[in-house]
């Protein structure tokens, strides 16, 4: 309305101040409240749906069994991105006096087609069963607002509440065998959602971080970002440095050439509870590494079969020393990463490897100032192929002898004893007789 009356406002202020003029004057507002009053409707289309939508009582009946509210709040409208819009903009089917009482679904893509192509193919696409997601779920319908504005429902801050709505419901997860079950409560515990709940730090991950927004995917999708071959890159947009470490790496190698028993940041991390390796619950923790981490695959004998990688590496690290002092709570001894590193592990025969020959001393040097180059070249992994390892077995070879000959020898000569001692009641008992 308001061009209306600037124009009315403008032309009556040129208007000089004598009494036959003020009638003018007074007949120009008299003109701009009637023409506000009965063509507002007219120029903006909302106005006469507003007539009854604004009616909080009114309801709609969707089905035979549902009625909803159709009023619509103006302000919250107004204030929305599509403010400036006709209802029948959207609700195109609105028109005629009264309109049908069933109208048609809003198609968002008569506007925003290049979202529609994307979201279609999508796992919540419009074929994928009444629950999943539509455009409205994740973005509200009077109430749409742009992503930077904070009251929105796609905001970083408010998004994971926003998918939580039916992520989080069992009915919907169990329909649609959704194998993760509550993400959120897993995320808001998560080194992530931490920074960006408390408002921390903006930059850290959110649901779409990870899975997009408007492409997202299940995990079998090869397409998907969380497809676990694609996983690396997904962390790799924020942990840029990581990332080009991991794909060099053993098992960066490994991810690439398309073997799954490598492992992607998500086996060592999780996904949804992210950790910092600082807490005690973390699977990366110092103090649970080997246990909680490397050894799931590095104490398979499938795994380490299947690739030829020597056997027994964990056993053998548990009972040695420096095992023995992680499992007494010690978090200065070394752990697996400590000597083969963390996202750079290679093999010992790789001059990259920080347990090459060439490296040892400096990496237990790092815990074992001036240790002495042939004691860090001592092998760590004590098993029957290395020497210290074949004096071990000898030793224990000896004693098992031992046992057998001591036990033995003793059994042997009791067994014999019994024997004589028997006959000697036999002849006396004959004797008496
Ligand atoms: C004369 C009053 C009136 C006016 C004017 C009016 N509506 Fe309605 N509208 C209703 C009533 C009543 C219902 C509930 C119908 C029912 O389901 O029983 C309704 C329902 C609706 C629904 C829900 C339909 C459905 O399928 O459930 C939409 C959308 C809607 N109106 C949009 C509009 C728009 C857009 C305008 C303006 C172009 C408008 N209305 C003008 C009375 C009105
Ligand atoms: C940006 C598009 C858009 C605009 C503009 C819009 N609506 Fe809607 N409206 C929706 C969507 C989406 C729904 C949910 C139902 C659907 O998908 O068809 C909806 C539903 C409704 C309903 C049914 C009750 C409900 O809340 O589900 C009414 C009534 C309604 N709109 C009235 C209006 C009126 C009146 C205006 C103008 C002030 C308006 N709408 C403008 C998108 C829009
Ligand atoms: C009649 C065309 C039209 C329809 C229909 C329409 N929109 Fe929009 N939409 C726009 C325009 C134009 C903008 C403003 C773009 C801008 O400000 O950059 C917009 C803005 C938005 C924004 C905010 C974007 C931003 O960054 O500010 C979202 C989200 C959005 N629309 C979603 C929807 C959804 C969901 C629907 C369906 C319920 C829908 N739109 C229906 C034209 C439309
Ligand atoms: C699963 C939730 C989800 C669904 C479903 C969804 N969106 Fe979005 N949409 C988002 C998120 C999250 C963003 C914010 C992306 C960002 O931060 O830039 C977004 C952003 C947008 C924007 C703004 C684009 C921009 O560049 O700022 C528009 C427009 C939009 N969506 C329209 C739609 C339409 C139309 C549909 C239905 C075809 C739809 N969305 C379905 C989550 C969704
Ligand atoms: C309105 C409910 C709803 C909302 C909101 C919603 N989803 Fe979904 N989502 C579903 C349903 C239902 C499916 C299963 C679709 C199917 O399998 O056909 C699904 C599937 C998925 C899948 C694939 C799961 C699988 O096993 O195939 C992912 C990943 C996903 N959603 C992520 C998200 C994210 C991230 C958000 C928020 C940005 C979100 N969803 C918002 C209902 C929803
Ligand atoms: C840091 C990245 C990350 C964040 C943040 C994240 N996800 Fe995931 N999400 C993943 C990965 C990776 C998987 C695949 C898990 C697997 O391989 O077992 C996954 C799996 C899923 C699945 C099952 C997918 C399927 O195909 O069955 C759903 C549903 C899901 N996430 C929803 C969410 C929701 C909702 C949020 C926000 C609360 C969220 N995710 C936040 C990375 C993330
Ligand atoms: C959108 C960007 C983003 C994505 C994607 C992302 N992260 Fe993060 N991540 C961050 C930020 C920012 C922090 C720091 C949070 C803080 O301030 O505590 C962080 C922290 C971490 C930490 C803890 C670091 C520490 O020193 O405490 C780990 C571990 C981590 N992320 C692993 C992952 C993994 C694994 C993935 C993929 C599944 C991933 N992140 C995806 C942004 C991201
Ligand atoms: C083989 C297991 C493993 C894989 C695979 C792995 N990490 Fe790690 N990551 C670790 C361990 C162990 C630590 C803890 C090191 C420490 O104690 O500081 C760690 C620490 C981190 C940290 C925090 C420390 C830092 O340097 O900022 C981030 C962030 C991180 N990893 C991200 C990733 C990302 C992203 C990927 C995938 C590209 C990945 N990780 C793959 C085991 C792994
Ligand atoms: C998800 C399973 C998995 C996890 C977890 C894992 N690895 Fe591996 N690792 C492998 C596989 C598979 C290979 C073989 C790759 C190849 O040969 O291409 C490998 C190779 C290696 C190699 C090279 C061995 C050789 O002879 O080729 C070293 C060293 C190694 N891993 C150390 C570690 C350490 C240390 C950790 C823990 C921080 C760890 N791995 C966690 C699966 C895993
Ligand atoms: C992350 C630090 C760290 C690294 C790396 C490390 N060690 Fe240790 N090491 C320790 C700690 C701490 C102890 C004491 C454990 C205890 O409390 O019994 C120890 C104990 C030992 C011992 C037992 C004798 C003693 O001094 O107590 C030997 C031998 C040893 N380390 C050799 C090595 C060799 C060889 C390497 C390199 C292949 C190495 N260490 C790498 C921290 C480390
Ligand atoms: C104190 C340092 C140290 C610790 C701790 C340690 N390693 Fe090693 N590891 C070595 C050295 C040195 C070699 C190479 C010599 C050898 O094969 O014994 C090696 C060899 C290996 C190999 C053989 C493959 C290759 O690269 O030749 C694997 C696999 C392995 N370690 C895994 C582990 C795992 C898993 C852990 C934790 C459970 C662990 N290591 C803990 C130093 C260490």
Redesign the pocket.
């Known amino acids: 309305m308001s061009p209306v009356l600037v124009a009315l406002f403008l032309i009556q202020s040129g208007i000089k101040k004598n009494g036959a003029t003020m009638l003018i004057k007074y007949s120009f507002y008299f003109l701009a409240v009637a023409f506000t009053l009965t063509c507002s409707p007219w120029i903006y289309?909302?106005g006469s749906?507003?007539e009854c939508?604004d009616d909080p009582d009114?309801t709609?009946v969707?089905s035979d069994t549902l009625e909803?509210?159709?009023?619509?709040d103006?302000l919250i409208?107004a204030s929305?991105?599509?403010g400036e819009?006709?209802?029948?903009?959207?609700?195109v089917d609105?028109e005629g006096d009264p309109h049908d009482e069933v109208?048609?679904?809003?198609d968002?893509s008569a506007c925003h087609d290049d979202v529609m192509e994307v979201y279609h193919a999508s796992v919540h696409g419009d074929a994928s069963g009444p629950d999943a997601a539509?455009?409205?779920d994740c973005h509200g319908?009077?109430d749409?607002l742009s992503a930077s504005d904070a009251h929105s429902k796609v905001y970083p801050l408010n998004l994971a509440s926003t998918c939580a709505i039916c992520h989080a419901d069992p009915k919907i997860v169990k329909k649609y065998h959704i194998p993760i079950h509550d993400p959120l409560a897993a995320y808001r515990n998560s080194v992530h959602g931490i920074a960006l709940m408390s408002e921390e730090n903006f930059d850290a991950a959110t649901c779409t971080s990870c899975h997009g927004n408007h492409g997202i995917y299940s995990m079998k999708d090869p397409e998907s970002p969380i497809y676990w071959k694609n996983v690396p890159e997904t962390c790799g947009q924020c942990h840029g440095e990581i990332y080009e470490q991991f794909t060099e790496s053993v098992h960066g190698v490994a991810v690439e050439e398309g073997l799954r028993d490598a492992p992607v940041c998500t086996d060592c991390h999780g996904e949804h509870g992210v950790k910092s390796p600082e807490d005690p619950e973390s699977r990366v923790h110092p103090l649970r590494v080997s246990a909680a981490t490397c050894e799931r695959c590095h104490a398979s004998e499938i795994i380490t079969e299947r690739y030829g990688i020597a056997e027994s590496r964990v056993i053998t690290f548990e009972e040695s020393y420096h095992g023995l002092a992680i499992k007494g709570g010690s978090m200065e001894a070394a752990n697996c990463a400590s000597c083969h590193g963390i996202h750079n592990i290679f093999r010992s025969s790789d001059p990259r490897s920080l347990v090459h020959v060439a490296n040892l001393h400096k990496t237990c040097g790092n815990c074992h100032p001036g240790i002495d180059k042939n004691v860090s070249r001592g092998a760590v992994h004590l098993t029957s192929s290395t020497t210290p390892g074949r004096v071990v077995k000898y030793v224990k070879d000896i004693y098992i002898l031992l046992i057998v000959v001591v036990i033995g020898g003793m059994a042997l000569h009791n067994g014999a004893d019994f024997i004589r001692k028997s006959r000697r009641i036999v002849k006396k008992r004959e004797a008496g007789a």
């Open positions: 289309g909302q749906c507003f939508h009114l709609a969707v909803i509210s159709a009023y619509v103006s409208f929305s991105s599509h819009f006709e209802c029948v903009d959207c609700h609105a109208l048609g679904t809003v968002c539509s455009c409205a319908k009077h749409i």
